[in-house]
């Protein structure tokens, strides 16, 4: 089964105390649990931090798509980044 990796962040004062790291481990035993043996995660590129992130977390490029961006992102276009993760 597959999971999603989605939507959580750590406030800028809280950063730097690997608390992120230590929420996706605590999802990822929660996902195992549950009978999910992968887990996906799609970021922005123009984000790469957060694609360095997931490298370092375990999770490898699995493709990327160009789209048109929605109203809310400055650029007119961006690169979403597609990473997967065996549990």
């Known amino acids: 089964m597959r999971g999603e990796l989605t939507g959580f ?4 004062q809280y950063r730097s105390q690997k ?9 990822e035993r929660e996902a195992k ?6 887990l996906f995660a799609v970021t922005v590129a123009q984000q790469g931090n957060l694609m ?4 370092k977390a375990g ?3 699995t493709g990327t798509l160009t ?4 109203e809310s992102f400055k650029k007119s276009e961006i690169t979403l980044i597609h990473m997967n993760k065996k549990l």
Do not use: C, N, W
Request: overall charge positive; cysteine-free.
């Open 19 to 27: 608390l992120g790291i230590k929420m996706q481990q605590h999802m």
């Open 59 to 61: 999770f490898f490029l």
């Open 33 to 38: 649990k549950l009978g999910v043996t992968d």
């Open 67 to 70: 789209t048109d961006t929605h």
């Open 9 to 12: 962040a750590i406030h800028r």
């Open 52 to 55: 360095e992130y997931y490298k």
